[in-house]
């Protein structure tokens, strides 16, 4: 039997995919009103293919509760914030897990950390933990990472598909733990050490987040002298060594905007490039917001309260609102104590900002000027409801005559 630890964006479909392919599985977390729902039949947030496969697990006899399990093996996916001022890895949440887990577990056990920490972050953090417990890692515990590569809009595809990498101390215990993976998962399993395994998954991020940082810049040097941004990129991606990402408002979600911040905490003498570019990313809702009052004095729109943002959360299509760069534009604006925007996003059910809109024809109805933040079909479908209406389209999915963008 296999518990997993955490039950959130990560845990849950990973527990799912285990035991909808025949493995006994208990998914523990902390929250009991989590763990009410999904005892009660419901999924805690939505994802394609994500009930379908709860239905699957449910048949299959996955359990959820509160309690650590005795058992042989656990999976840990619990949260990994990172410190806004010293930028380096959080490690609270994973010492926790473990140890709670050494509380119940029985010698042998093997430990898999899912969750994505900065390279060293488990020799620093977590063996220390255990051998101050009295446990004798590789005898009482076996230490695996194995870092999540999935994202929302897409996890249970990724899930299936994605090639994972596995680290270990001991070769066996890894071949031990790709065995298990191998049961759902239909890419290529690489076993390594664990130090490795923390560096390629902070790297993925990494390298995702400089390339977003260069087309932002990008943006930003073509607004200074009035050139078309996506124009240009248009005609540099007809080179074959080129592939210049569309620019955007920012970057969110839990990996590629915090990801890079722990090789910049633990490096920061020789993470340049990464820092740079972070910055980049970081300033863009600020450049959002800077367009929007450039644009009202342009169209002599002098009432703030007419404008909106459409979308809330970090991407499209997806109810994940975690460092949002809607949430950081709401926030910067906050910090010149203006009154925040009108804010309206179909995935988003509970009131979570100031003037939130809950209905697209009425949150249309209440504004002239559109910011469009995400590019959520919703919205791509209903675009003639947007004529006659000012439109900043920072997705650059509008066509309508007389759109702004980025």
Known sequence: MINVIGLGYIGLPTA?????????VVGTDYNKELVNTLNSGRTTFKEEGLDKLFNDALKSGIKFTT???????????????????????DACYVNVAI????????KGTTVVIESTVSPGTIDRYVRPVIEENGFIIGKDIHLVHAPERIIPGNMVYELLHNNRTIGADDRTIGEKIKKIYSSFCLGEIVVTDIKTAEM??????????????????????CRHDDMDVYEIIKICNMHPRVNILTPGPGVGGHCISVDPWFLVGDYPSLTKVIWESMKINDSMPEFVLERIHTIMKEKGITD????????LTYKENVDDYRES???QLLACQEKHLAEPLKVYDPFIKQNIVKNQYHNL???????????IMVGHNEIKENLDKLKNKTILDTR????LQGTYYL
């Open 16 to 24: 799912l995919m285990l035991a909808s392919h025949g493995i006994e």
């Open 67 to 89: 309690q650590y399990q005795v058992t042989d093996t656990y999976i840990v996916s619990v949260p990994t914030p990172y410190d806004k001022f010293s930028k380096k890895v």
């Open 99 to 106: 140890k709670e887990i050494m509380k119940v577990c029985p």
């Open 200 to 221: 390629t998954k902070v790297v993925e991020n990494t390298f995702r987040a400089v390339n977003i940082a260069f087309a932002n810049e990008l943006a930003k040097i």
């Open 304 to 311: 703030i309260s007419r404008v909106g943002l459409y979308g």
């Open 325 to 327: 760069p809607t949430l």
């Open 361 to 371: 024809d009425a949150f249309l109805s209440d504004v002239d000027f559109v910011v």
């Open 396 to 399: 650059k999915i509008c066509t």
